[in-house]
């Protein structure tokens, strides 16, 4: 099959973001904006913002803009919270035609006042959307004047949407993480076994699994970034001797300010598959320096290892010689999940995603097998072309790929902000493992393949050619 | 005269009951043959939009942006916007492209009519429609979005017509389960019918072969055209605005009679439809309509005392709850929370004789967020919700059981077949109801009653048993 110059694509400029391993020099487009008309999967810069704040329990997550973007994002993240839940609530100042033309910033301040009479947080974060952006609201005053009035912190997030992509909206965050953590007095003192952890937002309970993990190795995990955080406990940010991080798309920007201006070291890590939570721990324990920690990091792997290894055994058993496609948010994941199928033995034969930066790419490049094809801000006819052209059995992606994946015939596994299991460390490894089996072995593919019942002999012919 | 509740006196919204117009807008182009839509705004948008549809139908939801940016806010997205058609003609070939602002492209001023007349004027794409709709996110809300559209659609493609003897049918939100049942039920009549719009089949397609990128199905665009002849218009919607509705457009340009029918939920709003079409053919009501709408009796027959017990909170689009207010009533469900999040004020004038002949008196509230439906059910004592999946905060915060009903169903699978029309589908959505009220009641009154009733010796005296 020959699309190595990707001369049949509909869209000629779409062959620069596409790239097949092996049959083509090295080298893809990434960080670029979106072309217009081609179905993008991408969000926006307050959508990334959004995504990353938002898990922050205790805080008033204010929306200025019209509904929308409120409406569109009000729980969306299924991230757990040891206690309070005021963040699984959608605010918007639900700004209307008048407010558009007489501008929205005594109605932002009225809903800044209306809220924190009424809530009483600690913490108010306001994110900018489009429309902020053009007429020119000054969040930065409101929120100043608000935060005297009330005496607790309120941070714009300056996240208009058209300002960039996701990626841009991470940076936003990251920027207002920081007006909020940078010590005020001089540096705290540092806790000399105490661990932040950057980009894991405790969907289905990650972070507590992580977090037992540091515990049995005999280190604190100080505060998670922003997986069940609150204000309290962010303010002691500062404090600990190691960043590591998870999702180094939303949180490297951070993680390099804090390296730099607080002198906390950060390591990249990923607790998704067997492989590289083991790996990862290993690197942690290595980072104190102490043996001890380093033994019971080996203890520890041997016996989760041991736990699940029954489940993935009899997994990659059912699951050998199956082929795969992912399409994700960000790149760390891609780099994880083609790693984790390895260890299910399965090939990755098509990986794309959203917001993967160029490093990243790279990575995914040596990692994959020659003929996979890799690419960026991939679209639904692109995703389509290339799955059944490398013959995928499955799909990996978010809520959007799914009836596609379907539609197609193939199994799908959803790696996306509402899912109700967990997917990090071992136990995650071992769950990822079941939902593939469930998916690839379904029995429902078998019908798929079955002759429609009556129909003469020709007109059975569609559903056993797929 | 029944008052009902606005929200003008605040200044922000907490948990929205709405959705934006251009999400709105999207549906009606997904019932039209070979249709495709471009938003032109920034790109997050057109992905926000995607996925929530995408999780309500479970179908592939193709929408493209013009990925507005920086350089496109300020100098103007004219160019992003003709790229984007472009490109978009090239990965789908469509007939038709419905062009959608955002609150974006309305606030930088972009004439969208203008561009795209130049477009076709430049380009000469053969056989190509587009139609242009401006749907600031802050002009209304989905229901809104939605009636626009339509009346855009029909506006832009209904021309000069012999007459003929064809009805058309005007269908707001429903479900594509619905519709079909619409069909069914016109076919028994043996009406020739243009219905529109038709996502009958294009959002809840069968598996078929090969995958098609658009989906087959929609109204075609050569009955649209016809329109402007048709016998009649039967336009399911009480609630829309004169301006924006394609049925008033039909009898004011082309003499084509109007009649204005609430959504045929119920056994009283089902027996006007019927009415009407015996009316408007001469023919007596199918035998095979006829006993089904005896079940429909029957079934309210054997419920009406588990109904009784109910008071509903009813909330969604307009349309959807004029239909399950008046469904309830019929039922003898008192109504307790009437609640839209679109600025109608003609619901309580529209229903006004419904509950005088019943007794009732809801509290009706209009441009209304969750927060405020949840503190009004709690003060009426509601023990149903009835509407979109939004509602299962209330079941979550006041242990109000949800029937789910509406749009968007987004945490369950089915939303897209769930049917509420004509006698069948009255009987299924009655039956959803009353085993709802049966379930509550089972689950509570064991407590319920030992609470009342129970005189213990003392405070401990009931042991859990096991």
Not at chain 1, 358 to 367: D, F, K, M, T
Request: charge should be neutral; glycine fraction near 10%; hydrophobic fraction near 40%.
């Amino acid at each position: 099959m020959a699309f190595s110059g990707h001369t049949e694509l509909p869209v000629a400029e779409r062959a620069a973001f596409i790239y097949t391993k092996g049959r083509q020099k090295p080298g893809l487009k990434c960080e670029a904006d979106s072309i217009a008309g081609c179905v993008s999967q991408r969000a926006c810069v307050y959508c990334g913002a959004r995504v990353v704040l938002n898990p922050i329990t205790d805080a008033v997550h204010l929306v200025h803009g019209p509904i929308g973007c409120a409406s569109y994002t009000w729980d969306i993240r299924g991230a757990l919270s040891s206690g309070p839940e005021l963040y699984r609530n959608s605010f918007s100042t639900d700004l209307k035609e008048r407010d558009v033309i007489f501008g929205g910033e005594k109605k932002l301040a009225r809903a800044i006042d209306q809220l924190v009479e009424k809530y009483r947080p600690p913490l108010v974060f306001v994110y900018a959307t489009c429309i902020v952006g053009v007429i020119g609201d000054d969040l930065e005053a409101v929120c100043r004047v608000a935060a005297r009035k009330h005496g607790i912190e309120v941070i714009p997030v300056q996240s208009s949407g058209f300002a960039g992509n996701k990626a841009a909206g991470y940076r936003a965050a990251c920027a207002a993480l920081w007006r909020l953590i940078e010590p005020a007095g001089g540096m705290p003192e540092k806790k000399s076994l105490s661990v932040n952890y950057l980009g894991d937002f405790n969907l289905a309970g990650e972070v507590w699994i992580v977090g037992s993990y540091l515990k049995q190795l005999g280190l604190e995990l100080n505060v998670a970034f922003t997986g069940d955080a609150t204000y309290r406990s962010l303010k002691n940010a500062a404090a600990a001797s190691l960043n590591i991080v998870q999702c180094a798309g939303s949180m490297h920007y951070l993680a390099e300010k804090m390296q730099e201006s607080c002198g906390i070291p950060y390591l990249n890590v990923s607790f998704l598959g067997l492989e590289d939570t083991a790996d990862s721990l290993r690197r942690i324990a290595r980072f104190f320096g102490d043996h001890r920690i380093e033994q019971r990091a080996e203890e520890l792997i041997a016996r989760e290892t041991a736990a699940v290894a029954g489940v993935i055994q009899s997994c990659r058993k059912k699951l050998a010689g199956k082929r795969a496609a992912v399409y994700v948010g960000g790149g760390f994941k891609a780099i994880s999940l083609i790693k984790q199928f390895r260890e299910l033995g399965i090939d990755v034969v098509v990986v794309g995603t959203q917001t993967g930066r160029r490093q990243e790419y790279a990575v995914l490049s040596e990692l994959v097998d020659n003929g996979t094809v890799i690419l960026d801000d991939a679209n639904p006819a692109e995703l389509e072309k290339f799955m059944l052209e490398k013959g995928a059995h499955l799909l990996v992606g978010g809520v959007k790929e799914r009836p596609l994946a379907y539609k197609l015939g193939l199994a799908f596994v959803d790696h996306n902000h509402d899912r109700k299991h967990p997917l990090s460390g071992f136990i995650g490894a071992a769950n990822f493992a079941r939902e593939v089996c469930s998916t690839v072995c379904s029995p429902v593919w078998r019908y798929v393949h079955t002759p429609v019942p009556g129909a003469r002999a020709g007109g059975a012919v569609w559903a056993a050619a797929l | 005269m029944l008052e009902q509740e606005a929200a003008d006196y605040r200044a922000v919204n907490e948990n929205p009951c709405h959705m934006c117009m251009p999400l709105g807008a999207i549906l009606p182009f997904k019932g039209v043959e070979r249709a495709m839509v471009l938003i032109h705004g920034s790109q997050g948008c057109s992905t926000y939009m995607r996925r929530h549809l995408a999780e309500h139908f479970h179908e592939p939801i193709d929408v493209a942006s013009s990925a507005l940016n920086e350089q496109g806010t300020i100098y103007g997205g004219e160019a992003s916007l003709k790229k984007g058609l472009d490109n978009l003609v090239k990965l789908y070939q469509p007939g038709v492209i419905g062009i959608l602002t955002t609150c974006l492209a309305e606030t930088i001023g972009e004439d969208t009519a203008r561009v795209a007349a130049d477009y076709l004027r430049e380009k000469r794409p053969p056989g190509l429609h587009l139609i242009t709709v401006s749907t600031p996110g802050y002009g209304g809300t989905h229901s809104e979005g939605y009636f626009l559209a339509l009346r855009r659609i029909v506006v832009s493609l209904t021309g000069r017509s012999e007459k003929h003897p064809a009805i058309n049918i005007i269908a707001p939100h429903l479900s594509p389960a619905d519709l079909r049942e619409i069909k069914r039920i016109l076919e028994l009549w043996q009406v020739d019918y243009i219905l529109l719009p038709d996502f009958s089949e294009t959002l809840d397609g069968p598996l078929a072969r090969p995958y098609k990128k658009i989906p087959p199905g929609g109204t075609r665009v050569r009955d649209i055209a016809r329109m402007g002849g048709a016998r009649a218009t039967i336009q399911l919607g009480l609630t829309v605005d004169d301006a924006i509705s394609p049925g008033c457009y039909l009898a004011e340009e082309c003499g084509v009679p109007l009649y204005k029918l609430p959504v045929p939920t119920g056994l009283a709003n089902t027996d006007l439809f019927m009415e009407l079409l015996g009316q408007l053919t001469g023919r007596p009501l199918p035998a095979s309509l006829a006993r089904e709408r005896g079940r429909l009796l029957d079934c309210m027959i054997d419920a009406h005392k588990h109904n009784a017990q109910g008071r509903a909170v009813i909330f969604g689009e307009p349309e959807i709850v004029y239909a399950v207010t008046s469904f309830c009533l019929e039922n003898g469900i008192e109504p307790v929370v009437v609640a839209t999040g679109s600025n109608d004020h003609r619901l309580p004038g529209l229903l006004k004789n419904r509950l005088e002949e019943t007794g009732a008196s809801p509290c009706f509230l209009r441009e209304a967020d969750f927060q405020r439906i949840r503190e009004k059910s709690r003060e009426r004592e509601a023990n149903i919700a009835i509407g979109h999946s939004d509602g299962r905060y209330l079941t979550e915060k006041e242990g109000i059981p949800l029937v789910r009903h509406g749009f968007p169903i987004h945490d369950r699978v089915g939303g897209q077949r769930l049917l509420s029309v004509g006698y069948a589908g009255s009987i299924m959505f009655l039956d959803r109801i009353t085993n709802t009220l049966l379930e509550s009641k089972h689950q509570n009154y064991r407590l319920r009653l030992y609470q009342a009733f129970y005189r213990p010796a003392g405070p401990d005296s009931r042991q859990e048993e096991g």
